[in-house]
């Protein structure tokens, strides 16, 4: 995606996993990210397969279920590496459940283009988050981490779809533009839940003793990058936010 | 899977497929049969997304989507390699929709085991079917149906679990049992008619002029053999079929 900001910036190693995660709280904290974006890939996997069926045709159903299966390799790198630092990958993930599956309940599409533009957001809205979060981490953790999130991007099909779609009726990119709101309204709804409730999490984006650091402050200010990312994104794609 | 039959026979080349293609009727058969294999995994991908909706946990849920992915894949090599042979691939799709998709509406699980049930007999059959297409193709399209074969197989985690809920309450197999029968029938049923409209496949199934032949009884043979080894399948499973 385009966004250049902030991962971009060189930084410092802060050191290997072997040697950060004798920290209990890394450890933890480093489980609890890898279990959440675990989680997120698998129900995005499963809510993009499900809102294939919305496709007008066979190249469009292709296309979603192209991203979809890229949501299962994601998921899959993600699994692999909590069960090979010996962590049980169910258990880790558990705790993200509840939130991701609110969030895909709270915004289930209508229909097909309601479904292009969560693709889209979504797809992209993890990008910015995995960059953001990439620099705060580990060696080992980072790569993977950079690694899932060199894999996303995806959903460049969705952009000229809608475009095209709101060319042809413009009272279609109202009604989308409000979805759009909606639907990031309802990720940072749910993802200030979870900083609230996961401590060790919270700890890596804040900034415990242990980890190199923001406060909550700097939450809000990720947070608020990614909004204005996603606002950018929203009207480049023909959507006032 | 287990059964070794009639493709493990030594199998003589009938040529590569720059040679046979210069029959039209060969080209026009070879490429209904991608044409149906790949809306087949599309269709099999979307299907299995969402029976994932019945899984009972993560691991489940990470298994269903496991060979949905997997199916996805399929349908690109099939999908990419159409266009190759510069066929439109949504135009060879076509035909083969509405009975892949007749047959999912007639199957629909009614809940996880059912589901588990359908995955199983249904990449195990997709694994037989291609078994016996391959020895009568092209060295080029054989290696294709070989390589996308050689990748089925995920859904041995399906048997243990069926195994176990049978274990627990044995008028779950008596209800299992009746729908194998029906998903069996049901894939015969839409195959049959398939088989029935579409005069290149069917002449690639039965030997034309050009093509290494069987008859229509042989036609029948096959679709029985299939019918059998789908018995003793179920059989081991548990299931009386």
């Given at each position: 995606m385009e966004t250049p900001e902030p991962a971009d910036e060189p930084t410092d190693s802060i050191g290997p996993w072997a040697a950060r995660a004798a920290d209990p709280q890394y450890r933890a904290a480093v489980l609890d990210l890898l279990g959440a974006l675990a989680y997120g890939e698998l129900s995005a996997f499963e809510r993009l397969a499900e809102d294939a069926k919305f496709a007008p045709g066979i190249a469009e159903k292709a296309a979603l279920a192209r991203m979809a299966s890229a949501e299962y390799q994601h998921f899959q790198l993600l699994h692999d590496r909590l069960a090979e630092v010996g962590a049980d990958p169910v258990a880790v993930m558990e705790p993200f459940v509840e939130p991701l599956e609110n969030f895909h309940r709270m915004t289930a599409p209508s229909d097909w283009l309601e479904g292009l533009v969560k693709a889209y957001v979504g797809d992209a809205i993890a990008t910015d988050f995995y960059r953001e979060v990439?620099?705060?981490?580990?060696d080992d953790t980072r790569d993977l981490v950079l690694r899932v999130m060199s894999d996303t991007g995806h959903a460049g099909f969705a952009v000229e779809r809608v475009r095209q779609a709101i060319a042809e009726d413009p009272r279609v990119g109202g009604r989308l533009a409000l979805w759009g709101r909606r639907l990031m309204g309802e990720a940072l709804s749910q993802a200030q839940r979870v900083v609230a409730e996961r401590d060790a999490l919270s700890n890596l984006l804040v900034g415990g003793a242990e980890v190199r650091g923001f406060d909550l402050v700097e939450v809000g200010k990720m947070f608020n990058r990614i909004t204005e990312t996603h606002t950018k994104r929203m009207a480049a794609l023909g959507l006032a936010s």
């Open positions: 990439a620099v705060r981490l580990d």
